[in-house]
């Protein structure tokens, strides 16, 4: 069944804002996206007073601490998992797969990887298994390639120095060259001073959290710009109120920013009061403390365009995020591949 999506405005992706739009579904991937006068028929169709966009991608979550029904049903149509026990992970990567599956397409990195007795092995929140402890450089190199074999999308390294020791630079350098042998890029939870200096110097290429133990200096941003990308995560920091360590994380973000460092949405969804689907306030940090254009924000959290071929995902608002984000929080219909998300 193809599904047609007729709506008065529409932002297809970066500088792509289509009035009078329609986006064509069939087979779960998008078959037109344009303006409806030349869109191409289709068996069913939705038209609706909205702006239309593609679905909000979330690139740092731990899925088993949420509700994938409710992830999706706010909006959130992809979400990357960054740390759980990897057999229970992977398989509920495996099955998002599926047309039928009720939550968002999971990809997943599996453990996170850290030294005996190291973050988040002793954390509440992680059951066994979160936590990979390392045995020297070797062993990091073979449990990459372990994970790799197992599907994971990305390496995630545990660089923890408050709570517990971390891997060694050995270990590091071993990770990463495993990693991107196997065209994966590692990501990493920073906390503590100097570690994001380590994970800069070990060519890692993602911070799983803007980094916030410390102000970071220009040298070490502009040498991550370069390569790394930062997932946002702020509102972790603050659930609402404003410190010191927000403070810090958006300082370092905006100096990031300058130095053309590229930043993504992501939430860390599970980690205490971060609701399930798209998190209004996050987007709102992004734009009030870190100063990235509306059209930035949306371009933050979303993993591509729509674009002819790529998955039909998608979602419409009530009103139009560009004028005033907090219209991200008025969802009307969500569509993953594909399909009407039943509300
Ligand atoms: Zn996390």
Redesign the pocket.
């Known amino acids: 069944m193809s599904l047609k999506v007729k709506v008065p405005i529409a932002w297809l992706g970066a500088a792509s804002l289509v009035h009078h739009a329609a986006v064509v579904c069939d087979g779960g991937r998008v078959a037109y996206a344009g303006p409806s006068a030349a869109a191409p028929p289709a068996d069913d169709l939705l038209e609706i007073d909205g702006f239309l966009m593609p679905g909000v991608a979330d690139r ?3 899925i088993r601490l949420a509700d994938p029904g409710a992830v999706l049903l706010g909006g959130v149509t992809a979400v990357r998992d ?2 759980w026990v990897p057999d229970e992970i992977f398989e509920l990567a495996n099955a998002s797969e599926l047309p039928t599956f009720t939550g968002p397409v999971i990809r997943a990195a599996g453990p996170m990887l850290t030294a005996p007795g190291g973050y988040p092995t002793a954390s509440s929140w992680a059951p066994p298994g979160t936590g990979r402890e390392l045995a020297g450089p070797e062993d990091a190199a073979a449990v990459v390639t372990e994970l790799a074999d197992h599907g994971a999308a990305a390496i995630k390294v545990s660089l923890n120095s408050e709570a517990g020791p971390t891997p060694s630079d050995a270990e590091l350098a071993a990770i990463v060259t495993a990693a991107h042998e196997r065209a994966l890029p590692v990501t990493a ?1 920073v906390q503590g001073k100097g570690q994001a200096e380590r994970a800069v110097g070990a060519g890692i290429d993602e911070f ?2 803007t980094p916030w133990s410390e102000r970071l200096s220009d040298v070490v941003l502009a040498s991550a710009a370069r390569r790394m990308r930062i997932v946002s ?1 702020l509102d972790i920091l603050t659930f609402g109120e404003v410190t010191p360590d927000l403070r810090t994380a958006c300082d370092n973000l905006v100096r990031f920013r300058e130095a053309g460092g590229t930043v993504v949405y992501g939430t ?1 969804l ?2 205490g009061a971060i609701p399930a689907g798209i998190h209004v306030r996050e987007a709102l940090l992004l734009h009030e403390a870190v100063r990235m254009s509306p059209e930035e924000v949306l371009a933050a959290m979303t993993a591509g365009p729509l674009a002819v071929g790529g998955p039909a995902d998608l979602i419409v608002l009530g009103s139009d995020p560009l004028v005033r984000l907090e219209a991200l929080g008025d969802l009307r219909v969500v569509v993953r591949a594909g399909r009407i998300v039943p509300g």
Do not use: S
Request: aromatic fraction near 0%.
């Open positions: 740092h979550v731990h960054l740390a939870h799983a959290h995560t860390d599970g980690n």
